[in-house]
């Protein structure tokens, strides 16, 4: 899989134990984009459906990809549910 390593927090002669986050692997392919709308927002929302975006930091950097659906909301897999 080709990737890039990022937040690695590990250097060598480092005590670990496993619960210790060493780095996260971020793929160069197959990315997403986590968005949260709100119910009122979806009306006109399908999956499958052509997505733009455009990254607040990137102006001149425009992203093509298509929208899917993850299968639960932010509450249901939140470490403390409403």
Do not use: C
């Not at 999956?47 to 455009?54: H, L, N, P, S, Y």
């Amino acid at each position: 899989m080709d990737s890039y390593v990022s937040r690695r927090s590990v250097q060598v002669g480092s005590q670990i134990d496993t619960s210790s986050a060493l780095m996260a692997v971020m793929p160069t392919t197959n990315l997403w984009i986590d968005a949260n709308f709100k119910e009122t927002q979806l009306a006109g929302v399908r999956i499958g459906q052509d997505a733009t975006v455009v990254a607040d930091i990137y102006n001149d950097v425009v992203y093509h990809g298509k929208l899917g659906l993850d299968m639960g909301t932010g509450s249901a897999f939140s470490l403390l549910p409403a």
